[in-house]
Structure formats: C-alpha cells, structure tokens
C-alpha cells in the first residue's frame, strides 16, 4: 500500500460516523443559528497530524483547470499554507457557507499571514462548472484570485483527491450532490496539518493555530 493510499484510508476513517452528507438540499445552520449557545461550534477537528507521519497531498496527481481556464496542478501553490475544500457552484447552503467560513478565517489572520495563506477550491461537479462558471462565483463571493484557485477536474480526479482529503458525496437524481464539508489545512509541501468538518458560526480554533503554525515557519 502506498503513503497515499494509506493517506486516503485514515482520512476516511477519521470521518466515520461523523460525515453524515451535508444534505446541500436542506437547510443546514449558518452563522446565526447556533451562536446563541455558549461554546457552540458545529465544528468537529478530525485530525491535527504531523507531516512526518503522512504523504504529501501534493503527490497526488491531479490536473486542475481554474476559473480563468488555465491549466494548474494541485501544488500550484506550494511554498505557502493552503487551505483546500471541496464544493460544486450550484450548491444552494453549504457550499456559500463553507466559503463563507473560509473567508472568515483567512479575516481572522494578520495581514501578513493572509497575505501568505492560498485558498484550492475543486467542484464535485466537472460537468456542469466551467471556468466561466467558477469565474462568475469568484467574482460573487469577492475571492481574490491571486490567492484563491476554483477548479475543475476529471471524474476520476475528483474521486481520487475526495478520497485523501477525507470527503465523501453522492450524485443526486437531480444532479446536485451531499457531500461532507471538510477543510483541511496543508503545509508549504502538501502535508495535512489539521482537517476540520462542519461549518459552525465561528472559525474553527484548530484552524486557525494550524495556519498560525505554518505561516510561522
């Protein structure tokens, strides 16, 4: 068994029982609904690994096309902290939210560390999000395009890189897709440094040391 296999294999273990689909079609809670609790966090922290232990993401093989249809790999932004998600455009709540939160812990970091931190976005849905598509909800959502990569890639890609980062979706008969949310933050090679799931009202903790860490170093 190879580092990545092994790689997929813990990531999908550290997500049993927990990543019941997101349910993109139903309503799931954002920022209001639950920060009246005191401590509440929709947040689970899943893992927070030494790079030692894991391979690199990065040494997986995975072409992307970004929102301006240009051609990246994966480690288009090696050498800087990453904050890499899975999502597709036409998911109606959790995808919004799951940018929405990494918008909100990139405006929890000092300005030289969001200055250093680089966002990947990779849809489930090849099919349906060109670049045209991808470029339209950067442009929505305000994402900073020197920073931020929305891509797509082939079927058999989106399996592979859902498999190590620990996500798991289903196509629907209507064409949308559940999906777990999971943000997993890299080092500057593509190691794991922590993987976070649930979208919660405030910025996950764990996420933020993570980033803090790497961006330290």
Not at 2 to 21: D, H, K, Y
Not at 78 to 87: A, Y
Not at 171 to 200: E, K, Q, Y
């Amino acid at each position: 068994m190879n580092p990545l296999e092994r790689l997929a294999i813990r990531g999908g273990a550290l997500l049993l029982g927990v990543v019941c689909a997101s349910g993109c079609h139903r309503r799931t809670p954002t920022g209001d609904d639950d920060s009246s609790a005191p401590g509440a966090s929709a947040h689970q922290v899943l893992s927070s690994v030494q790079p030692s232990t894991l391979a690199s993401v990065y040494d997986l093989a995975v072409p992307l096309t970004d929102q301006d249809g240009r051609a990246r790999e994966l480690d288009a932004f090696r050498g800087h902290p990453v904050v890499i998600s899975m999502f597709y455009s036409s998911c109606p709540y959790a995808c919004p939210t799951l940018i929405s939160h990494i918008q909100q812990l990139e405006r929890s970091l000092s300005d030289l560390e969001r200055a250093d931190v680089r966002v990947v976005l990779v849809s489930f849905d090849p099919e349906r999000d060109t670049p045209a598509k991808l470029k339209v909800l950067a442009q929505e959502r305000h994402a900073d395009t020197e920073r931020w990569i929305l891509a797509r890639t082939s079927d058999d890609k989106v399996r592979e890189l859902a498999a190590v980062l620990g996500l798991k979706y289903k196509r629907l008969p209507d064409g949308g897709f559940n999906h777990s949310s999971v943000i997993t933050v890299l080092d500057r090679n593509g190691f794991v440094r922590a993987r976070s799931d649930g979208l919660g009202s405030r910025v996950d903790d764990a996420l933020k040391v993570a980033v803090d860490a790497v961006a330290r170093k």
